[in-house]
């Protein structure tokens, strides 16, 4: 069993950078691909980035390519989204989810996740 919660979001205007945390309880936090997804109204909820077990490989959806950074400590449970050069259209309720796969291709679909935080909300400002 993993829990996750989730941290950082806020209101930030055009251009300006977030960071955001999701802390996992449970033992076998390495062992599972993290990824962030986000959910803008009315829209589905989509693929942001995703890191690998070993946090040695990444994989990003294009909107977000060059102005956003993944990354894990496996030491303190916990995964990070830099969000830097933000947008508009970036705004969204933002979540880290676990999944038990092994590729990049299966840690880009939220069906295949096994546990999702709460959620926290990002509003970029124009």
């Known amino acids: 069993q993993v829990q996750l919660v989730e941290s950082g979001g806020g209101l930030v205007q055009a251009g300006g950078s977030l960071r955001l945390s999701c802390a996992a309880s449970?033992?076998?936090?390495?062992?599972?691909?993290m990824g962030w997804f986000r959910q803008a109204p009315g829209k589905e909820r989509e693929f942001v980035a995703a890191?690998?077990?070993?946090?040695?490989?990444?994989n990003y959806a294009d909107s977000v390519k060059g102005r956003f950074t993944i990354s894990r400590d496996n030491a303190k449970n916990t995964v990070y989204l830099q969000m830097n050069s933000l947008k508009p259209e970036d705004t969204a309720i933002y979540y880290c989810?676990?999944?038990?796969?092994?590729?990049?291709?299966?840690?880009?679909?939220?069906?295949?996740?096994?546990?999702w935080g709460q959620g926290t909300q990002v509003t970029v400002s124009s």
């Open positions: 890191i690998s077990k070993s946090g040695g490989s990444t």
């Open positions: 989810g676990a999944a038990a796969v092994w590729n990049f291709i299966m840690a880009s679909m939220k069906d295949n996740y096994d546990y």
């Open positions: 449970g033992r076998s936090f390495s062992g599972y691909f």
